[in-house]
């Protein structure tokens, strides 16, 4: 049984707006440790919006604090990213990342999903 990463929820939204993205970690992946949420907008560099530990410790990008929030469920292996007050710079392709194994290093990642903040 492969390892998947299935993220979903993107979609077109308006500035001021809200958002939920969800990815849920099935298959042959075993002992989580961070749950995260990454992001590449068209021509830049993918970069980290928030992660959370197995133990509940989050951490947030500056550009988003305040705005979004991280919540997992260790029982069902999901993560969720909250998005509020979107603004058009939060446009990208959202990603989810899964850190497992007994050491943490194995790492899978899902397809993506889009995010467009336009009015």
């Known amino acids: 049984q492969e390892q998947l990463v299935e993220e979903s929820g993107g979609g077109l939204v308006q500035p001021g707006g809200s958002l939920t993205l969800s990815c849920v970690a099935s298959g042959r992946i075993f002992s989580i440790s961070a749950m995260s949420w990454y992001r590449q907008a068209p021509g830049k560099e993918r970069e980290l919006v928030a992660s959370s530990s197995r133990l509940g410790s989050t951490t947030v990008a500056d550009s988003v604090r305040g705005r979004f929030t991280i919540s997992r469920d260790n029982a069902k292996n999901t993560v969720a990213l909250q998005m509020n007050n979107l603004k058009p710079e939060d446009t990208a392709v959202y990603y989810c990342?899964?850190?497992?194994?007994?050491?943490?290093?194995?790492?899978?990642w899902g397809q993506g999903t889009q995010v467009t903040v336009s009015s």
């Open positions: 990342k899964v850190r497992s194994g007994a050491d943490g290093s194995v790492v899978n």
